[in-house]
């Protein structure tokens, strides 16, 4: 049962425009949500992450969409560059400091690609 | 300020054999969970130990256990090695149990032959 699940498993987009990856959860006990990048060789890295109580996170060129009753989230990164080429992870977890034990249920990544 | 470490980096076992994956968290973080990532696959929950004892578990066989030590480090060990064993082995720090930002380490390439 995947309930944490990223549809597109690519993403190509050109070096100065935007990319958007996408996220769908289906347990609506999830209230916290973060997303990790990973290059090659190494572990995944935090990102950024979003609380259940809020529909937006700005982080400089990164922000994070909550809707909450389509059990969506997104991450847009503007403007992309060749640097961000990596695998993003979204991850959820449940009651933030509560009983969630640091379980984090990630979904299966999407690699994105910045093309010069 | 030094990040999470994991030993060794690459590890070839036979299947039945048993293994013993290392970690170490980040300064001043008390709190370690371990993930297993699967080829094209998230990484997956496996267990959480804080304060040197097990705090929460996913769905794994008991043959995957854990150790934390009173410096933090932890061990990740499998027994009776399956080939399904085959992934990448993540082990995160957090500040404190109830901390979600995790900070992961390198991880421990493990090939089941």
């Known amino acids: 049962d995947q309930q944490v699940k990223q549809n597109s498993p690519s993403l190509s987009v050109q070096e100065g425009r935007i990319s958007i990856l996408n996220c769908d959860y289906t347990?609506?006990?999830?209230?916290?949500f973060l997303w990790y990048k990973k290059y090659p060789a190494e572990g995944p890295t935090f990102l950024i992450s979003?609380?259940?109580?809020?529909d937006k996170n700005e982080d400089g060129r990164f922000t994070v969409f909550l809707n909450k009753s389509a059990k969506h989230l997104s991450l847009h990164i503007v403007p992309s560059q060749p640097g961000d080429s990596a695998v993003y992870f979204c991850a959820a977890s449940v009651g933030a400091g509560g009983t969630s034990y640091g379980k984090l249920t990630f979904g299966q990544g999407t690699i994105l690609t910045v093309h010069p | 300020e030094t990040g999470v470490t994991q030993s060794p980096t690459h590890l070839i076992k036979t299947r039945g054999q048993q293994v013993t994956l290392r970690c170490s968290s980040q300064s001043g973080h008390n709190t370690v969970s371990w993930y297993q990532q699967a080829l094209g696959q998230g990484p997956q929950f496996i267990f959480q130990y804080y304060r040197e004892e097990e705090n929460g578990r996913g769905n794994f066989p008991p043959r995957f256990s854990g150790l934390q030590f009173p410096n933090y480090s932890s061990e990740l060990n499998v027994n009776a090695l399956e080939l399904d064993d085959s992934a990448l082995y993540l082990c995160a720090s957090s500040l404190t149990a109830i901390s979600d930002e995790q900070y992961f380490g390198p991880g421990t390439r493990l090939t089941v032959t």
């Open positions: 347990n609506s006990m999830f209230d916290y």
């Open positions: 979003i609380s259940s109580i809020k």
